[in-house]
């Protein structure tokens, strides 16, 4: 297996070196992406069930990508 590697770590490390988030437009793009990923997984019949802070990487791109889907499930039907 292999993946692209997230030099900037997860959301987690960036909250506890600064204390959060302070602008609120960033906080925005960032949580639509959480969003887009999280339906992603829901249009294909998964539920990720361990979403936290430790689990949202930062790309080298500044794109936010979701990870350790050990808990993913596939649900019954597809969630929309």
Sequence with gaps: ???ELCQFGDVFDIVKATG???NVD?????????LSGVNHL???GYSHLDLKLDNILIGNDYK???CDLGFAC???KQIR
């Design 1 to 3: 297996m292999t993946m």
């Design 20 to 22: 959060g988030f302070k």
């Design 74 to 76: 596939k649900t019954s």
């Design 26 to 34: 960033l906080v925005k793009f960032l949580f639509r992406q959480v």
């Design 64 to 66: 936010l990508k979701l």
């Design 42 to 44: 829901h249009s294909v």
